[in-house]
């Protein structure tokens, strides 16, 4: 018995294909799975889905696009990922779109009541 199910009932509703509307999903649930806990350094991450530590970077500045190999990766490592909904959008999630590309905090996490301060 096949496991596999039929596509063609969504072939009416899948949008056209844009790329930059892919990436900035895949930005957005890559920080939404940061905020939530799911790894704790988006270094973490890359290194969980075996990918250049400047990835995320490039793909937030247009140099490199979200592909294959990256959402199997992630489906792979982190189950909790919202896949579809980074391919396909609101379309056939519900999900609402991200109006922008999000941009991560720059440099290391800074734990509350530490001073960063060398010392005098």
Same mark, same amino acid.
């Given at each position: 018995?096949?496991?596999? $199910?039929?596509? %063609?009932?969504?072939?009416? +509703? =899948?949008? @056209?294909?844009? !790329? @930059?509307?892919?990436?900035?999903?895949?930005?957005? *649930?890559?920080?939404?799975?940061? @905020?939530?806990?799911?790894?704790?350094?988006?270094?973490?991450?890359?290194?969980?889905?075996? %990918?250049?530590?400047?990835?995320?970077?490039?793909? *937030?500045?247009? +140099?490199?696009?979200?592909? !294959?190999?990256?959402?199997?990766?992630?489906? &792979? !490592?982190?189950?909790?990922?919202?896949?579809?909904?980074? =391919?396909?959008? %609101?379309?056939? $999630?519900?999900? %609402? *779109?991200?109006?922008?590309?999000?941009?991560?905090?720059?440099? &290391?996490?800074?734990e509350k009541g530490v001073s960063t301060r060398k010392p005098a």
């Amino acid at each position: 018995m096949s496991t596999t $199910t039929s596509l %063609a009932p969504l072939a009416g +509703k =899948l949008p @056209e294909f844009d !790329q @930059e509307a892919m990436d900035r999903r895949f930005v957005a *649930e890559v920080h939404r799975l940061f @905020e939530v806990g799911v790894f704790s350094t988006f270094r973490e991450f890359l290194d969980a889905i075996a %990918a250049h530590p400047s990835l995320l970077s490039n793909i *937030e500045s247009g +140099k490199n696009h979200c592909n !294959q190999r990256m959402l199997y990766n992630l489906l &792979r !490592q982190y189950p909790a990922a919202d896949v579809n909904w980074v =391919l396909f959008g %609101a379309a056939l $999630t519900g999900r %609402a *779109e991200p109006v922008r590309t999000l941009q991560r905090q720059r440099g &290391r996490p800074v734990e509350k009541g530490v001073s960063t301060r060398k010392p005098a």
